[in-house]
């Protein structure tokens, strides 16, 4: 919610805050289910000025979240428990503001599946150091249970982080899957460190390619693009084995 005690929003000049250009033509290039549940800010009789101060107070809110993590770290040094606690910082999923005149979560695009992740254990190697690999939320349970010594199933579906925290460039090869409903059927997404393929309906309402290596904005769809045929092969083949047997309400 945009709730915050109001110094928050007084540190955020409601001048910086800008929304980004929203393109007709890029909407008109997606499938249509990729907006479904992003209602577009400018179709919905929101002004641009009302737009910014929405923004304004996420902004605002997550500041003030973020003080509160200092209150509780802090607290951890004080009472002299932080060389034996393992601190893991994540979200849920995340929040469309303004982009591509999205607004809202519940999209298969980045700025909604991407969500923060930040791991610090006592014992591991490389602190203080981001990771350019692809997790998922789903890693942390046997993360959390490899730090503790603790024994996880066999047949989890995250893998421990354990590696990436001793060394944040070591060698990975586990894309990240995320999933939201249409009605009756679903989107289905995998991401790798450069790709992501998102398959609507199992491709029959729709199919999106990303190459985030020269596309970070998402403004490019490339499934129909020939030289990016066995590159979207490849990821479709990795969608179909994660969803192995396809759900249906």
């Known amino acids: 919610p945009y709730v915050a005690p109001w110094r928050y929003f007084e540190s955020i000049a409601l001048e910086q805050v800008t929304m980004p250009p929203v393109?007709?033509?890029?909407?008109?290039?997606?499938?249509?289910?990729?907006?479904?549940?992003?209602?577009?800010?400018?179709?919905?009789?929101?002004?641009?000025?009302q737009a910014r101060e929405s923004k304004r107070a996420?902004?605002?809110?997550?500041?003030?979240?973020?003080?509160?993590?200092?209150?509780?770290l802090d607290a951890l040094d004080r009472l002299e428990l932080a060389a034996n606690t393992i601190v893991v910082f994540w979200s849920d999923n995340c929040y469309h503001v303004g982009e591509n005149g999205l607004w809202k979560k519940q999209s298969l695009?980045?700025?909604s599946a991407r969500v923060p992740l930040i791991i610090a254990a006592p014992?591991?190697?490389?602190?203080?150091?981001?990771?350019?690999?692809?997790?998922?939320?789903?890693?942390?349970?046997?993360?959390l249970a490899e730090l503790c010594g603790?024994?996880?199933p066999a047949d989890l579906a995250g893998r421990s982080l354990r590696p990436l925290l001793d060394d944040p460039e070591a060698a990975w090869d586990k894309p990240a899957f995320t999933q939201v409903w249409r009605g009756s059927y679903p989107?289905?997404?995998?991401?790798?460190?450069?790709?992501?393929?998102?398959?609507?309906?199992?491709?029959n309402a729709g199919i999106e390619?990303?190459?985030?290596?020269?596309?970070?904005?998402?403004?490019?769809?490339?499934?129909?693009?020939?030289?990016?045929?066995s590159t979207l092969a490849a990821l479709r083949a990795l969608i179909r084995g994660n969803w192995a047997a396809s759900y249906r309400p």
């Not at 996420?58 to 993590?69: E, G």
């Open 23 to 49: 393109s007709e033509a890029w909407r008109n290039r997606v499938p249509s289910p990729a907006l479904a549940s992003t209602t577009p800010w400018p179709w919905f009789g929101v002004t641009e000025s």
């Open 209 to 229: 390619l990303y190459d985030y290596s020269i596309d970070p904005g998402e403004q490019h769809n490339l499934a129909d693009d020939s030289v990016c045929a």
């Open 109 to 111: 695009f980045e700025n």
């Open 150 to 152: 603790l024994a996880a």
């Open 187 to 203: 989107g289905y997404s995998v991401r790798t460190e450069r790709w992501r393929c998102t398959e609507w309906d199992d491709g």
């Open 58 to 72: 996420y902004w605002a809110a997550i500041a003030f979240v973020d003080a509160q993590v200092g209150r509780l």
């Open 123 to 143: 014992r591991q190697l490389a602190k203080g150091k981001p990771s350019p690999r692809t997790v998922e939320l789903v890693d942390i349970y046997p993360t």
